[in-house]
């Protein structure tokens, strides 16, 4: 978007907000003169306050918390003061001037530059609020208090855009009418906020440092997963004092060493490996050159501003009492309850039970035990949880894996006992273990990329790699796969993955609308192209296309009639998609209908599923007024 219409944006927004009761900083009003083409637009520079609730709009940074606007004073005072000094300074700096005579201009000159300090230079006109960030990543806007973001959100510069085949309202209506809903987001977030209290929490967070070893000497025993050393002196080819290596796998004749990024993790650059001998890693430990470390797990406590909704007490004895027919005969204890919300209606009551009671859970309790006890017998395998097609697949990989290996190994070993000296071509030692390295990575891909493949799941494949070396078996990457499902099955995986990816879409309740069956979706689904003129809808459509899929047959794979229609670069740009449409393949979808304002509006059948689609997919939480 041009400078221009940010700038016009920003500007209809402050007169908005002065009219809500907002004050408005660094707002300069339309100075633009056509009688002597003089261009100078009205301009703002974002920052807004209204009862200790800061509004930052287009905010990279921190140049304007606690700005203060000068207004410079020039005059002729000030020019006269300082022409009084040079004279003085002349005079007395003068051979021919006497003692005395030096010393009364010594006196005047202080005196002169005392008047010129107490002139003002300038006057603060406005100081701006203080706020403690910029704008997040992705944002446009955000609202702070007491150094704490309260709301973010983008759609700032999207007040000043208009629909210019929309015949039905003017540009100035539709501008208009942004405007005011950009307003209303930041009076509701104002209003919510009023009824939360502050609280100074201290939460844990977990760091990781770096503790170095007193080690001067390690064998070959001592070089395992974990053994890491740092660059205490820099050497040449990138071996840069500070970098930080760790044990990668064992050669034939050294050890291979990876360096570590900045998050601490292994890079699988081969420009950034080293191959070092245990000889030569105790000569750089005897030299100082680098000192093993180890990565320990600290936990801290920092200080964070939580709002809570305000705690209001009563006791027992102050709540109306509520006629019923219910006689217990346990003795209540009258106790004060802090209650939080609209629970006010509720009594709480302290009952004390009889010892016959205590006897009676003592023995369900035993009893309950000798049965949970009888599960630890029970072990269950990986091998079981998975189908016996997936077993087969697995079990061939593994066994092609291991015939490709040890053909390498032998080839190895018959060429090293050839003479080899004058040919050229021939397979180095650093060529022989890349292709090891390579030929492990492959067999625990198609491990990976079989089950993500046929069961619809997200495995990240580095993650397995890590910590397997070139033992390993089938059942060690089906072992890793299961602890990335987090306890899930497959399918409940898969499940999951759809409901969080349309989740995370509507993340904010602002953007789901619910009204007698038809639920509307404001997910960015299209957009304009401003170089080809014409709407396009976005890759998203594909992800409600799948959870529409899962919650209409439970069918974890897309909607193929969906797909084909609105999803490609072809069909996303048809101007047909912009029309009702009912899917025949949906039972309880009677209609789609997708508009170029980026929202997208779902007929049910019935109101109740409307709702339930919008609960466990988009995460719809129905707000009580």
Partial sequence: MWYGDKQEARVKIAMALVQKGWEIYGFKNDESD????????????????????????????????????????????????NDRIKKLEAMMNDAASSENEKASCAVLIEKEKEKVGAIEKYKVVETYPKFSFANPRGTSWHIEKDGQIIAKGKGVFAVNDYDWENKEKTEKQQKAEKVEALINRFEKVIKNTDALQAEVIQVPVTVTKEIEKTVTEVTESDIKDGF????????????????????SYKGEHYNAFAQLTKNNKPSTSMGKSWSLTVDRLNELLKKGHIVVIEFVEVTEY??????????????????????TDIIINEITEEFEVTTQGDNTNVIYHSFKTNEKDTEDKEMTTNSMDSVFSKFDSFEISNDQRISSEDMEFCQEQERTYKAVLNAYVNF????????????????SNYDYEKSLLEIRNSFINNICFYFQKNYNVTINGDKVMKGLDFDVT???????????????????????????????????????????????????????????????????????????????????????????????????????????????????????????NGKMEIEFDTHQQARAFATEYCGYKKVAV
């Fill in 228 to 247: 890491t050393f740092i660059m205490k002196v820099g050497y040449t080819h990138g071996k840069y004092k500070g970098n930080k290596y760790t044990f």
């Fill in 34 to 81: 056509a009688m002597i083409d003089y261009f100078s637009p009205a301009d703002w520079d974002g920052i807004a306050e209204k009862n200790g609730f800061v509004l930052c709009i287009d905010q990279n940074n921190l140049r304007y918390s606690g700005y203060e606007q000068k207004e410079y004073i020039g005059g002729n005072a000030v020019y006269k003061t």
């Fill in 302 to 323: 920092k200080e964070k501003t939580v709002y809570r909704k305000t705690a209001r007490k009563q006791t027992v004895s102050n709540v109306p009492t509520i006629a």
């Fill in 412 to 427: 190895k070993k018959e060429l090293d006992g050839v003479s080899r000296s004058s040919f050229y071509g021939v397979m």
């Fill in 474 to 596: 089938h059942k060690d990457i089906v072992d890793i796969i299961f602890i990335q499902l987090d306890g899930f099955t497959f399918n409940e995986k898969a499940e999951k993955e759809i409901k969080d990816a349309t989740k995370e879409m509507f993340k904010h309740g602002d953007k789901i609308t619910l009204k007698n069956g038809k639920l509307v979706l404001d997910g960015y689904f299209a957009h304009f192209d401003s170089i080809w003129r014409e709407y396009r809808l976005s890759e998203k459509v594909e992800k409600i296309f799948k959870s529409l899929q899962l919650f209409d047959n439970g069918s974890l794979t897309s909607n193929e009639e969906l797909k084909s229609k609105y999803c490609g670069y072809d069909n996303s740009k048809k101007i047909d998609n912009y029309e009702r449409y009912s899917p025949s393949t949906l039972d309880k979808v009677k209609s789609i209908k997708f508009f170029k």
